[in-house]
């Protein structure tokens, strides 16, 4: 059983430019995260996808966005790249269950470095 | 949301126990205790998660005090495949939004 996977692995992106991530949730999941992790903090929440539709969103401006495939595969877009956009970015899946308790499965993360 | 408070980092000899404290004084009722690892650039592991009773997996256990202001992670039998960033998270009951902080970094030796 594949866990959550992640691509490409590692993206370098020109200031400006646009890129957009790719994250195929754990098997059985239909809900999909995605974080931000700069270097040395942990990961800050972006926002989630359930049913196709943006459940929630964590403090980033309207640069980023996200899709979420009937096949609860998702992605994430950035515009305008910034140089601090420079982070880690992991995508987490997970198995809805209206707020009771829940584990969240992470990929190993996708390394873009904006210059 | 609640906020976690940790040791920024500890040590601990290789075979022994590891007790990681968190503090969250200011837990509501229904929020539950979350703890992750992630070891240097890979994505965050699931370790345990638990409510008000104590609980334990095959990879830890899980001390919750009874009025659930703080909260211990032990790792029974620390290896060096240990040594990572641990994160304690109080989630709410209505998000599956996972809040961490700066963790605290274990780092076991032989």
């Known amino acids: 059983d594949a866990g959550v996977t992640q691509s490409p692995t590692h993206l370098i992106k020109t200031r400006g430019q646009q890129v957009t991530l790719r994250c195929s949730p754990k098997s059985g999941h239909d809900t999909v995260s995605w974080y931000q992790q700069a270097l040395g903090q942990g990961p800050q929440f972006i926002f989630q996808?359930?049913?196709?539709?943006?459940?929630q969103r964590g403090n980033f401006p309207d640069r980023f966005s996200g899709h979420q495939f009937p096949n609860y595969s998702s992605e994430l877009n950035v515009n305008a790249l910034l140089l601090g956009d420079s982070a880690l970015y992991l995508c987490?899946?997970?198995?809805?269950?209206?707020?009771?308790?829940?584990?969240?499965?992470f990929g190993q993360g996708t390394r873009l470095t904006v210059v | 949301d609640a906020k976690t408070t940790q040791p920024p980092s500890m040590d601990c000899a290789e075979g022994r126990a590891a007790n990681l404290p968190c503090n969250h004084s200011t837990i509501s009722g229904n929020e539950y205790v979350y703890w992750y690892r992630q070891i240097h650039s890979q994505g965050p592991q699931y370790i345990i998660h638990g409510l008000k009773n104590n609980e334990t997996n095959e990879m830890a256990s899980l001390i919750i005090t009874e009025d659930r202001k703080s909260s211990t992670l032990i790792l029974p039998h620390a290896t060096l495949r240990d040594t990572a960033v641990y994160y304690c998270?109080?989630?709410?009951?209505?998000?599956?939004?996972?809040?961490f902080g700066t963790g605290t970094r274990l780092q076991v030796f032989p």
């Open positions: 998270i109080v989630r709410p009951y209505n998000t599956d939004k996972l809040i």
């Open positions: 996808y359930y049913e196709e539709e943006e459940r």
């Open positions: 987490a899946s997970s198995l809805y269950r209206g707020g009771a308790d829940t584990e969240a499965f």
